[in-house]
Antibody, heavy 120, light 113 residues
Framework: QVTLRESGPALVKPTQTLTLTCTFS??????????VTWIRQPPGKALEWLAV???????FYHPSLKTRLTISKDTSKDQVVLRMTNMDPVDTATYYC????????????WGQGALVTVSS | DIVMTQSPDSLAVSLGERATINCKSS????????????LAWYQHKPGQPPKLLIY???SRESGVPDRFSGSGSGTDFTLTISSLQAEDVAVYYC?????????FGQGTRLEIK
């Protein structure tokens, strides 16, 4: 059974760095073609793709956020970590981690999401 | 970036009737090497994560009721719910995973008339 769970602070102050951890089970990020991505949704707005890390370590970031984002994986712990620096109130959103089983597939399993509020 | 535009923004349909949502991409999401469209549809209900309904423009994800179907290719796509059920009330998103940054449509809110 595939599961993903996001964890991290619910509240961060402006200019701080957000660190979110995605802990997963039921699949391996060492398996060819598997990827984990982060997607967020500000309140009342649409979904926004942030970053992806592939089974082979390849990483891609949203160009508009590239300077602020870092994605990494720890396959021994079955975790993917997203760091976002210089947080701003506009970054208030529910952050989801998701996975796909291959490059030809969409994001099939999602975590429940972590609401992060940026406020002083 | 590929811009995904959905229509309509909201839709009210009677129970048992057909619901149709359209999605247009600003450039083709058809990968010529394998003739697959990298287009998915998600259903999003409040308090839940999005649920994958359709991938490859027309392939139904395992466990998704067959009243949900996807069609189209290239830049124009459609999600159809053949007979609307009360549990289908949600926001629906199209999504291109053809290239990065991956992008989503603005969402279509589906309600019961």
């Amino acid at each position: 059974q595939v599961t993903l769970r996001e964890s991290g602070p619910a509240l961060v102050k402006p200019t701080q760095t957000l660190t979110l951890t995605c802990t997963f089970s039921g699949f391996s990020l060492n398996t060819s073609g598997v990827s984990v991505t982060w997607i967020r949704q500000p309140p009342g707005k649409a979904l926004e793709w942030l970053a992806v890390i592939d089974w082979d370590g390849d990483k891609f970031y949203h160009p508009s956020l590239k300077t602020r984002l870092t994605i990494s994986k720890d396959t021994s712990k079955d975790q993917v970590v997203l760091r976002m620096t210089n947080m701003d109130p506009v970054d208030t959103a529910t952050y989801y981690c998701t996975r796909r089983r291959g490059y030809n597939y969409a994001w099939d399993y999602w975590g429940q999401g972590a609401l992060v509020t940026v406020s002083s | 970036d590929i811009v995904m535009t959905q229509s309509p923004d909201s839709l009210a349909v009677s129970l048992g009737e057909r619901a149709t949502i359209n999605c247009k991409s600003s450039q083709s999401v058809l990968y010529s090497a394998n003739n697959k469209d990298y287009l998915a549809w998600y259903q999003h209900k409040p308090g839940q994560p999005p649920k994958l309904l359709i991938y490859g423009a027309s392939s139904r994800e395992s466990g998704v009721p067959d009243r949900f179907s996807g069609s189209g290719s290239g830049t124009d796509f459609t999600l159809t719910i053949s007979s609307l059920q009360a549990e289908d009330v949600a926001v629906y998103y199209c999504h291109q995973y053809y290239n990065n940054p991956q992008t989503f449509g603005q969402g279509t809110r589906l309600e019961i008339k």
